[in-house]
């Protein structure tokens, strides 16, 4: 079975910080993966995608890691801000359709405090 | 960001009634989608369409129906709401690049709550 699975669920980190976001997934065959970013009451936004020969990506103080073979990724935050307090969803597409099915993660809540 | 549009952005209504949130984007994307989320859970498709007078149902049964008249527009509709129906409703849009690594562009989206 196709599944997305995010670690942890929730966290709270203090401004400055860094923080590392975990993703494991199962979807196969693998075309790409994307983590989005969503903030409360708004619609998720792209941060990265990663195809399987990427291992890193990065996006101002965002880096993705890709592992294919183990099949997981993370999300590393440097120097964390307020406004980086959203939730994070990791988002993997398949080869398998046109559509490019995608499975999305249940996100990880991350809060940051002053 | 992004130019897709929802509204409305709350809604509160009765059971029974009928609904229509709406979903627009400018920027000419063939394929058009409808996520329905709830707090703490994954996004869950519900409807997409590949363009005009295309639409498909997702992996989540959904008592809602949707049509595409105009490429720019996605309205979805619930003939009759009910309690059940209460989550965050979400639209995107993506390029028919027909290669599934298609970006998927979303709106802010509606969250609809019925009593």
């Known amino acids: 079975k196709n599944q997305v699975e995010q670690s942890p669920q929730s966290l709270i980190i203090l401004e400055g910080k860094n923080c590392t976001l975990q993703c494991n997934y199962t979807v196969s065959p693998f075309s790409n993966l994307r983590w989005y970013k969503q903030d409360t009451g708004r619609g998720p936004v792209s941060l990265t995608i990663?195809?399987?020969?990427?291992n890193t990506k990065s996006n101002g103080r965002y880096t993705a890691t890709l592992d294919a073979d183990t099949k997981q990724s993370s999300l590393h935050i440097t120097a964390s801000q307020l406004s980086d307090s959203a939730s994070y969803i990791c988002v993997v597409s398949d080869r398998g359709s046109t559509l490019g099915r995608l499975y999305f993660g249940r996100g990880t809540q991350l809060t940051v405090w002053p | 960001e992004a130019d897709i549009y929802q509204t409305p952005r709350y809604l509160v209504i009765g059971t029974g009634k009928k609904i229509t949130l709406e979903c627009s984007q400018t920027?000419?994307?063939?394929?058009m989608y409808w996520y329905q989320q709830d707090p703490g859970m994954e996004l869950h498709l519900i409807h997409y369409?590949?363009?005009?007078?295309?639409?498909e149902k997702g992996d989540l049964s959904s008592e809602s129906t949707v049509s595409r008249i105009r490429t720019e527009h996605f309205p979805l509709t619930l003939e009759s709401a009910r309690p059940s129906h209460t989550s965050q409703y979400l639209c995107a849009s993506s390029d028919r690049t027909g290669t599934g690594d298609d970006e998927q562009y979303f709106g802010p989206g509606t969250r609809l709550t019925v009593t």
């Open positions: 920027m000419g994307h063939d394929k």
């Open positions: 990663m195809t399987f020969s990427e």
């Open positions: 369409s590949y363009g005009v007078n295309s639409t």
